[in-house]
């Protein structure tokens, strides 16, 4: 028997993934004490069953102790198993040790969750220089790939696509949405001088004049890389891109500059935000199935 149990803010990501597996959608009672620690109790029977716990990792440090609390007390509790379904997964981007003393985050962040969980569930984390979770994380990993969906959506929604992805790294990812919504595609070039300066050059567009182009990306963040290639399309009498990214990070203010310069902004829900058109549930589902 699976209980899929919410952390705070997932609850409905966790409702989708109780009904399509027909399993129990559990309970959990938190708050916070006035000292600001925090109360953690399973308010639901899991055991001898395998809980999932949902906890989408955005804003990570407010989240990762509670976590941490539910899956030990989901264990003392009885429960058979304790995975996470991480449909953002926090912490993938320093993965190396690039001036001296730095915390390489992403292996430390993956050690402390393994410590913790029978295995993690995610949807396309953010990686650099890891080739595979399995580098970083000692329990199992299954990963979903958000950019079919994308593809799909494009497809459906957009006359005349013309699929930009934001970097050379983007390259293959960009084919495969280009791919499933049957268009062409393009890659800009992106060099980063900080974490909210980046510069982005597009290749000519001629060709594609009379399209409507869609920008790609697996996260937006700053939106920085989004906002500049808006800018320079508009250089170029295009029409109002559509922006589209699998995880809605947003830093302050970032979406509404985005909705200002382009047709739609439209994201996945692996993160909540009001940009959300593409549901991730069906593939979280048959990850846990596997």
Known sequence: MRVILPMPDNETMARALARRLDAELGVLDWRRFPDQEAYVRIASDVRDKHVHIVCTLANPDAKILTLIFAAAAARECGAQSVHLVAPYLAYMRQDRRFEPGEAVSATHFARLLSQHFDSLI??????????????VFSIPTRVGAAAPLLGDWIGRNVDAPLIIGPDQE????AAEVA????????????????DEHVRVEMPDLATW???????????????????????LLAARAMARPYCLAIHAVFAAGAFDTLARLTERVVTTD???????????????ARLIEA
Request: charged share 25%; net charge positive.
């Open 122 to 135: 995610t949807v396309d984390p953010h990686l650099h220089r890891i080739g595979d979770l399995k580098d």
């Open 170 to 173: 983007s390259e293959q990812w």
């Open 179 to 194: 791919r499933r919504a049957g268009a062409p595609h393009v890659v800009a070039s992106k060099h980063r001088t900080g």
């Open 209 to 231: 004049s009379s399209r409507r182009p869609v920008l790609v990306d697996d996260i937006i963040s700053s939106g920085r890389t989004m906002i500049e290639a808006s800018h």
């Open 270 to 284: 692996t993160i909540a935000h009001a940009s959300n058109a593409i549901s991730v549930s069906d593939t979280l």
